[in-house]
């Protein structure tokens, strides 16, 4: 199976997201910090298909977070999102 | 907002084709959904391993507890469970509705043009329901794509809920078809969509590959790109 249609969407990280923030997430607008494109959280392209969830600006690629369930604690890796907002 | 996870049991499973099943459920503490929403199913066996998965909301919200249409993926770990063995007064926990983007209230009005890959419909069948029960008047139109007459969806449904269906096959077409056969394309999407001065709300899911060329072909055609929202269900899970 190739890359592509591994692809997903941020609708499918909603469950997970929502247990990080605790709000609804998928209609949040998140800035990506590599090329400052700006997208509701539902349309950043997503893939979970590994141990962790990365998901990853649908203009340029970039990865925006990263999520991983370490010794049952889960981590967030943000440092490619500049702001997101509610 | 999803909360936590809720226990919930098997109301009723109504097949709908040979590979897909709804499951309507019981769920206690259920807040309701928006059309459109999905939630995540998790299953536990004997010795503790949990399994998760997130599937579209089928039902309207109008109807109460939630149903899920599920389409079994043959490699599945969940879906064949689901789509085979479960029964009335079977045991999950469910966590949701999740998702806030992908969704559609009548008090949003039309028109409404959805297009649908195989078992994308699902989520969309939530909003056309939701559509009719709330007497809703947004003029609402659904392209669907299907391999063989087989596996549409809700087949028997779909002509009831007052909006124009236009269908096309890929693999296999009834026998003196005359409509559409082949996938969905851009010069399909031109005679079938309405124009972008109409300024559709726009929702397209289905398989990655589907939703992105539809996407794309839709904004090359001229609709606004924040008019259109799409769901992958992609090939992963199961």
Partial sequence: MDADELRLDGNAAAGMLDEIFRVEVTSAVATCAGCGAREAMGEV????HGPGVVLRCPGCDAVVMRFARIRGRLVADMRGVRDVTF | MAGGWLAAEVREVVPETPSAATLRLDVPGWRGHTAGQHLDVRLT???GYTAQRSYSIASAPEDGDPAITVERLEDGEVSPYLVDEAQAGDRLEVRGPVGGWFVWLASRGGPLFLVGGGS??????????HRQRAGSDAEARLLLSARRPQDVLYANELPTLGIEVVQTYTREAPEGWTGHARRVDRAMLAEVAFPPQARPWIFVCGPTGFVESVAEDLVALGHHASRIRTERFGATGG
């Fill in chain 2, 120 to 129: 994308g419909l699902v989520p969309l069948m939530s909003m056309l329901r």
């Fill in chain 1, 45 to 48: 392209h997503v893939y979970a």
């Fill in chain 2, 45 to 47: 066996a004997e010795d």
